[in-house]
């Protein structure tokens, strides 16, 4: 026992969890926890600009590096501030500590308490009950060890996601004997972790059986660290692989039986493929609508196995024949090593000629002039460009698809994307929290000029903490993805959706001391993304394609798979 105020609590708690960075804004109801912090040099401090830029941050950190991201704000608006960003890694289930100050508990010298609309006071709890895992509030700063150590806990086990603690001023200020352990006990809160042996035996009698297996792997794959025993079970199988937004980078996408992405813009294969199915193992994916399109006609024909460690999802979209609730990596263990003992690995089948053969038909074809920079050629030369272990995270809309298609991953924690919440402005902050968490290696952000706009005042962040990554704005002057959907489907009525040339984004980034650029040509693009990836300073290219440019394929909203646009000429 250990006599401190709350605030060092809170530190040494997060001293002893390991956490090397917090993303924040500080504040007069969390001053408290920034006074110890300016004596703990173990911890790096990252001022954002804005606190959804902290909370998207952490949220990058964590997704690069498997490990918890935290991010602090103030009491208020700057709690309200972490909304979005607390939502988005709820939504993509990615382990996020959230502090926030609060206003006094109770009176101090007449101060006002909780309840009573003081200054900077918001009901941070009631707001964030549906978007967190759970959330804390200590009365007492005793209660803070257990109540951090708990937190990292519930964050980082099960289905990962986001866990807020709101810190009263009072509390943080207040001396007790503090008491910290390593033992958690949460009763009524015990993630199942390992398959039942009876449903990994009737996974493995349908996939015995299984002329035309295909394999769905979602985030759950990543979260899990399950890539290796994915790729060794999907060899075996001799089945092809295919991934919603947030499995991308699960299984190499270079693989001969990779699909690529599949759902509202997935690939060809993928989307096509999937209806041949008569077995899909599907693992730690939720079966969100965008990527099983119209649910009734969603591998209507196939034997669905579902792993997933939440049994929330088991059967909340599509129904399944064998349902395991289960940790994803024990779960491909335990089928792989049963399917071993009674099956050689397979040889080249009919099914495998014709997954290589669909490929080959419908694989990406580069036309056009160098000086043509299309979404399709850029992503292109930027997978040649960067190392098989760069990062890249995406903003939301167009650029987010283009590279969802056209860019390969080949590792898991190399693609960074907002997925269930489809956050614009999320990548570039995303960036900074993963080349915090992987300063060695280059992270990019793939970004659209309407997106990276909403988080651009951070580029300050990124310049004055000394955090170096690319963003490369595909600067079509729209909102692209809703003009999109306005051009095919509303006449080409652009109702609010034109963003003009404002703002130049190469002065823009020189006025926050970042490097700024402009590309004409391929051959240009190349020498900037090749400059940039090396330089000490954060840059931005600019790089002008035209605002009819498209995504596709694409599936309408309400259609299914089967309803998948290849191209404009067929509406």
Not at 115 to 136: R, S, V
Not at 512 to 532: D, H, M, N, Q
């Amino acid at each position: 026992m250990t006599k401190m105020s709350g605030a060092q609590a809170v530190i040494e708690a997060l001293k002893r969890q390991k956490v090397e960075a917090i993303f924040g804004i500080v504040g007069g109801a969390v001053l408290p926890i920034y006074d110890v912090l300016y004596e703990t040099p173990e911890i790096r401090h990252i001022l954002a600009r804005h606190e959804q830029c902290a909370a998207h941050a952490a949220d990058g950190y964590a997704r690069a590096s498997g490990r918890p991201g935290v991010c602090m704000a103030t009491s208020g608006p700057g709690a309200t501030n972490l909304v979005t960003g607390i939502a988005n890694a709820y939504m993509d289930s990615s382990p996020v500590i959230a502090l926030t100050g609060q206003v006094n508990a109770f009176a101090v010298n007449s101060s006002y308490i909780i309840g009573k609309d003081a200054f900077q006071e918001a009901d941070i709890i009631g707001i964030t009950t549906p978007i967190t895992k759970y959330n804390y509030q200590p009365k007492k700063a005793s209660e803070i060890p257990r109540i951090m150590k708990e937190a990292f806990h519930i964050a980082t086990t099960g289905r990962p996601g986001p866990v807020l603690i709101d810190l009263p001023k009072n509390v943080q200020t207040e001396t007790a004997e503090m008491k910290f352990t390593d033992n958690v006990e949460l009763r009524g809160y015990k993630p199942k972790t390992s398959p039942h042996p009876l449903q990994v035996k009737k996974a493995v009698e349908l996939l015995l059986k299984a002329e035309r297996p295909i394999i769905l792997a979602g985030g759950g794959v990543i979260a899990s660290n399950a890539s290796s025993e994915l790729l060794a079970l999907a060899e075996l199988l001799m089945a092809p692989v295919a991934t919603p937004l947030m499995g991308k980078g699960c299984f190499p996408e270079n693989h001969p039986l990779s699909l690529g992405d599949m759902g509202m813009h997935g690939t060809l294969a993928a989307n096509k493929l999937i209806l041949e199915a008569d077995v899909l193992l599907a693992v730690g994916t939720r079966f969100s609508d965008r990527t099983t399109g119209k649910l009734d006609e969603f591998c209507s024909d196939a034997k669905i196995i579902h792993i997933d460690i939440d049994s929330a999802e088991i059967g909340k979209n599509v129904d399944v024949d064998v349902p395991i609730v289960a940790d994803a990596k024990k779960t491909l263990k335990a089928i792989y090593q049963l399917l071993i003992s009674k099956l050689q690995k397979k040889e080249s089948s009919q099914w495998s000629k014709r997954v290589q053969e669909f490929k080959e038909q419908f694989k990406d074809e580069i036309s056009g002039s160098e000086k043509d920079l299309k979404p399709l050629r850029l992503m292109k030369e930027l997978r040649k460009i960067l190392p098989n272990d760069a990062i890249v995270a995406t903003e939301v809309g167009l650029n987010q698809m283009w590279a969802a298609l056209y860019f390969m991953a080949y590792k898991p924690r190399t693609f960074i994307s907002s997925g269930g919440l489809g956050t614009m402005g999320f990548g570039f902050p995303a960036s900074i929290g993963a080349k915090v968490a992987c300063p060695d290696r280059p992270v990019v952000d793939v970004a659209g000029d309407g997106s990276f706009i909403m988080t651009s005042q951070d580029l300050a962040c990124s310049v004055m903490e000394k955090i170096p990554v690319t963003v490369i704005v595909l600067n079509n002057s729209v909102l692209g993805m809703v003009a999109q959907w306005q051009r095919l489907f509303y006449g080409r009525r652009y109702s609010a959706v034109d963003l003009g040339n404002v703002p130049d984004f190469v002065k823009l980034a020189e006025a926050y001391g970042a490097k700024g650029t402009r590309v004409g040509s391929l051959k240009e693009f190349s020498k900037a993304v090749k400059k940039a990836i090396k330089s000490e300073v954060t840059t931005v290219i600019d790089v002008p394609i035209s605002p009819e440019e498209n995504v596709f394929p694409m599936i309408p909203a309400g259609a299914g798979l089967k309803g998948m646009i290849e191209s404009e000429g067929e509406l």
